[in-house]
């Protein structure tokens, strides 16, 4: 298989040297206008790159794989026990489990998946999951369940129906099963059904229950009228003023976009972007590396979709990076593009009429996504010239993927499709260029890497974690990579006026200070002050933005002085309190490699013995010796690290998580385990709220622990901190959120009402 960097790197040494750039035709242009022999060269190199990243499977051996899984899962379903509730559950979602590798494993093969979608709905249904039942049921239809069998999956999708509250396709589904011959079984659970129509009916409940998929048109709102767009010259360009004073907390904007690409695609939903899949939908062409969380989302992403699958079947996106959100730009705004684009008579004039677009001033909130992302900012002109390359040559291999591949050009409706190739390319290059200094990434919380959402223990209903469990969302992950044109308004400051907060595909915009009438309202767009020093900021903001920040914090006379107060050790020889003079050596225990740190004072290079100790502690937490050992090692970094200490956050946080691990697992605590991890707790928040804020993600992930140790009554939680956890769930996205408020009423209002303390629910 040829690889990208091998065929970029000879495709290079045919294109001339860029020495000066016009724009971003122009460049695409050098790349179709060399010498016969050599144009004929260059592109057959991309042909055979595409060529040869197609990687076809052995269905046979797929369909094995599938069965045996469908076979293991079979097993588990059988044996699930009839009396025990929590063993039932157990089973039933481990079945699953098995039930959708059925379906991940089985690629195209159609006998395999039916009966995958067939099994996991009747696991989903056992478990409540209606919603995702009846999908899967439907799934089973649509790749040829045996017609003799199919009133099976009618009853269960009438039974789920009836559960989500569906009169239509409860009467729907019924209808058809009277048209059957039944068994005395199937007619039982028939007139059943009936009779819950009837009271359906009688409750004229019209609409089926929540529907969780968010709206997918692209929108931007405009919560208060607390701010305003000005524009002026130079540096500062457009940008965002308040108009009045905002609180700290208030809603700036709300901004949905059309285009983003889910990080992770097999795991985040490719319409929605849900991180919670219990039941994944994979598109079955392109190795199941695409995944939507209902049938819904499929349907809503298939126009999209069919101009990526085939290159998400050839893996050709993650090579790509930001150049694939480019194209998702181009795929989902070139519909409005067109009316300008189809207006030229030649590309060199489209180009023209939609730049001149690009150049004029709106009304920046009622104008489209489509004309607010053509007028982002781009620093091509100011690229090194391998740079402008790389991305020219990116461009132009989607490009050739979009005419190869699909059927993209045959479905612009112009005049003339002659040069359009140029076109097309320009407007790759053109959106990634923005897109480097512009794209947004999106967090959100998550399971750790190591836990399975089907995970047998996890739940004890749909939605509802099992008491304990809650800490297994303590990580963070960057899920998806967003087009948001109205944030790419806000100019940058290492100290943001903003923070951010997403959901799916929209992201809100809240005020992270009290900002004054007319004071520039300012996002940060890469490390801010806390968790970075001045040198490395400025570094990364020249590269990728290319400007030098002088914001109030890098303007300081003590610009670091924040950053370093989170890196002070005291030297093991001559106790003089020092920070490494490196700024490689800040975070060194993330890192392989062992630099070794110096005092500053005596040159003594550190032993950091304490560090080994407490790590190898970890690892034997389920051991009540070996946390008493570690609760004593983490007491002692007192001496060694100061105040909160980056180092010393993150051991508190990984003794924290250990040891809650260790007790879901089994291990038994006594009270002075709880007093312990009480107090390396609150450590642990006051610092994170210090380095990250007490709104942030990672501030929201540390307050799973709190709720776990809380809903076991051991720890003292003060209405403040009560408060302040039903604050933070509310700034979750929809599904993770959803989680949270469950756990919260299903253990820790318990508590509080058991502890005579103020009655606070939390609302979903
Ligand atoms: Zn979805
Ligand atoms: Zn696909
Ligand atoms: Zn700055
Ligand atoms: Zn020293």
Not at 638 to 657: N, P, V
Request: net charge neutral.
């Amino acid at each position: 298989m040829l690889t990208l960097s091998k065929v970029f790197g000879e495709q290079n040494e045919l294109v001339p040297f860029i020495s000066s750039y016009q724009n971003e035709l122009e460049t695409v242009k050098v790349l179709h206008t060399l010498p016969a022999a050599k144009q004929q060269r260059f592109n057959e190199l991309t042909h055979e790159l595409l060529d040869s990243l197609d990687d076809v499977h052995d269905l046979k051996a797929c369909a094995e794989c599938s069965r045996s899984s469908r076979e293991h899962g079979n097993a588990v379903y059988t044996k699930r026990s009839k009396t025990n509730e929590s063993d039932r559950r157990e089973s039933l979602l481990l079945a699953c489990r098995f039930y959708t590798h059925a379906i991940l494993q089985a690629e195209n093969v159609h006998e395999e998946l039916c009966l995958g979608y067939a099994n996991r709905g009747m696991a989903l249904q056992d478990f409540g999951l209606y919603k995702e039942a009846y999908d899967d049921c439907e799934c089973a239809l649509e790749y040829g369940y045996p017609q003799k069998l199919q009133h099976k999956l009618i009853m269960r999708q009438a039974h789920c129906a009836w559960q989500l509250g569906d009169v239509r396709k409860l009467r729907e589904h019924l209808s058809w099963l009277e048209q059957q011959q039944l068994n005395a079984g199937y007619v039982n659970q028939l007139e059943q059904l009936q009779e819950q129509l009837t009271k359906l009916q009688e409750q004229q409940v019209s609409e089926p229950k929540e529907e969780l998929t968010s709206e997918q048109a692209p929108s931007l709102q405009i919560l208060a009228r607390n701010h305003k767009i000005s524009n002026s010259p130079g540096e500062k360009g457009r940008h965002m003023v308040a108009t009045q004073s905002i609180q700290p907390g208030d809603i700036i904007f709300k901004e949905q976009t059309a285009c983003f690409v889910p990080l992770e695609p097999g795991l985040i939903c490719q319409q929605c972007a849900a991180s919670v899949l219990y039941a994944p939908i994979p598109c079955t062409q392109c190795h199941q590396r695409v995944v939507y969380c209902s049938r819904h989302c499929r349907q809503l992403n298939e126009q999209i979709h069919s101009y990526e699958c085939a290159g998400y079947r050839k893996n050709l996106f993650t090579m790509l990076g930001v150049s694939h959100l480019a194209l998702r730009m181009v795929l989902c705004y070139m519909q409005e593009w067109l009316t300008e684009l189809g207006k030229g008579s030649n590309v060199q004039e489209a180009w023209k009429l939609l730049m001149a677009k690009a150049s004029k001033t709106y009304d920046w909130p009622s104008a489209s996504q489509g004309l607010l992302s053509l007028c982002m900012m781009s620093h091509l002109d100011k690229a090194a010239a391998e740079e402008l390359i790389y991305y020219a040559l990116c461009a132009n291999l989607l490009q050739v993927y979009l005419h190869r591949c699909t059927n993209f050009y045959e479905q612009l409706e112009v005049k003339t499709r002659e040069d359009w190739h140029l076109l097309i390319a320009a407007l790759i290059l053109r959106c990634a260029g923005q897109l480097l200094c512009n794209g947004h990434v999106g967090d959100t919380i998550v399971l750790r890497s190591q836990c399975h959402t089907m995970e047998s223990k996890l739940w004890r209903a749909p939605f509802h974690l099992s008491l304990g469990q809650m800490h297994k969302f303590d990580s963070v992950a960057l899920t998806t990579a967003l087009n948001l044109p109205y944030l790419a308004l806000c100019n940058h400051a290492c100290a943001p006026s903003i923070r951010l907060h997403c959901d799916g595909r929209a992201v809100s915009c809240l005020a992270a200070q009290q900002i004054e009438a007319d004071e520039e309202i300012f996002n940060c767009y890469t490390l801010d002050y806390r968790n970075s020093s001045c040198a490395m900021r400025q570094a990364q903001l020249q590269q990728t933005f290319k400007f030098r920040c002088k914001c109030i914090k890098c303007a300081s006379n003590k610009p670091d002085e924040i950053f370093l107060s989170f890196n002070r050790y005291r030297c093991e020889f001559c106790a003089h309190i020092y920070v490494p003079s490196q700024r490689e050596e800040f975070k060194w225990w993330e890192s392989e490699s062992n630099s070794a740190i110096n005092c500053s004072k005596c040159q003594a290079t550190q032993l950091f013995n304490w560090f080994g100790i407490l790590r190898r502690t970890l690892e034997f937490c389920s051991e009540q010796q070996q946390r008493r050992k570690a609760y004593k090692a983490f007491k002692e970094l007192d001496t060694w690290l100061l105040d909160y200490h980056s180092l010393k956050l993150h051991l508190a946080q990984q003794l924290i998580a250990a040891c809650l691990t260790a007790k879901a697992d089994g291990a038994t605590f006594d009270d002075s385990d709880y007093k312990q991890l009480s107090r390396i707790l609150d450590y642990l928040l006051a610092g994170v709220a210090a380095q990250h804020g007490a709104d942030s993600m990672t501030y929201i992930s540390h307050l799973t622990y709190l709720m776990d140790l809380t809903a076991f009554g051991k720890y003292k939680c003060s209405s403040e901190q009560l408060k302040a956890v039903r604050t933070a769930i509310n700034y979750l996205p929809t599904d993770t959120k959803r989680i949270f408020v469950n756990y919260y009423n299903d253990f820790i209002e318990q508590r509080i009402a058991a502890n005579g303390n103020a009655n606070a629910n939390a609302n979903a």
